[in-house]
């Protein structure tokens, strides 16, 4: 069993029915190509512009019931086709950076927000979400069930680990940065560690701070009856704008999750006391 994901890795315009637009263009093209889901880059609803000023990125805020957001929920459902659609979220205190899944019959099934914010930068006037989720995902052919962190949330391996001990097989990553080397190889290694399929969706060449480079690393990194080791990279997009698609072989997935090593098979977490310990500091 496989599915299609496809990563809208396009430039945003310079409003919110403009975006709205686009991305509604985008995801018809991803059905088009065969998706099953779609995965839109960090904070489309705004194209991630995060003016420091309360009052304007207040004004930029949308609420997760918005037409903006409702129209998504009718294509999910018009279209049969999943659709994350990340959004500058209003909030009692400041905004959030958030994505919503709904599934093909347009039904809510995900609302997650980014936990780890870049609060040394501009992610400062936004307000962080306070766990992580996954949710069974049913995508006609079969069920996967996804989580989801974006962007900075996947320097730290917490989040792809809890994500992977509540369930997750996919993590869906929407992204707004340079991709390079680092980061890459940050993201093979929450795939590997996890046992999980890492699926990223970047902003391409021409949107500030981005280089496209949307990757799907499918959490295989060696099959039983073959020699060596094998690339958990299945598709990296070159930096130029598009709609990109790339298939995940769950079969392949599962059966290596249920013979591997990793993941939770050998955890130790009664030695793991410090990394709930609010008051451990490093050494930086």
Not at 30 to 44: Q, R, T, V
Request: hydrophobic fraction near 40%; proline fraction near 5%; charge should be negative.
């Amino acid at each position: 069993m496989k599915i299609n994901i496809a990563f809208l890795q396009i430039l945003p315009g310079k409003s919110l029915e403009e975006n709205l637009a686009i991305g509604k263009k985008a995801c018809v093209t991803a059905k088009e190509k065969g998706a099953d889901i779609a995965l839109f880059p960090e904070m489309w609803s705004d194209g991630y512009y995060l003016p420091q000023e309360k009052d304007v990125v207040d004004s930029l805020a949308i609420k997760k019931n918005s037409d903006f957001i409702n129209e998504f929920r009718e294509l999910a459902a018009e279209l049969q086709m999943a659709i994350g659609i990340t959004f500058l979220e209003a909030h009692d205190t400041k905004p959030l950076n958030s994505v919503i899944f709904f599934d093909r019959l347009g039904r809510e099934i995900l609302h997650y927000s980014k936990v780890q914010t870049c609060a040394f930068d501009l992610e400062r006037v936004l307000f962080g979400g306070d766990d992580f989720y996954v949710a069974d995902l049913d995508f006609g052919r079969g069920t996967v069930k996804i989580g989801s962190m974006i962007c900075f949330d996947r320097e730290f391996p917490e989040s792809a680990r809890i994500l992977m001990l509540k369930g997750a097989e996919l993590i869906l990553a929407p992204n707004a940065c340079p991709m390079e080397i680092n980061r890459l190889s940050a993201l093979r290694t929450r795939a590997y560690e996890n046992m999980v399929a890492v699926a990223t969706c970047n902003y391409p060449e021409g949107q500030p701070d981005c280089n496209g480079h949307s990757t799907l690393f499918d959490g295989v990194p060696w099959l039983p009856d073959e020699p060596g080791v094998r690339d958990m990279c299945v598709m990296e997009t070159p930096g130029e704008p598009g709609v990109y698609i790339a298939t995940l072989d769950l079969d392949m997935l599962r059966t290596h999750r249920s013979n591997d090593i990793m993941g939770d098979k050998y955890r130790r977490p009664e030695t793991y006391g410090i990394l709930s310990d609010v008051n451990a500091k490093g050494i930086i």
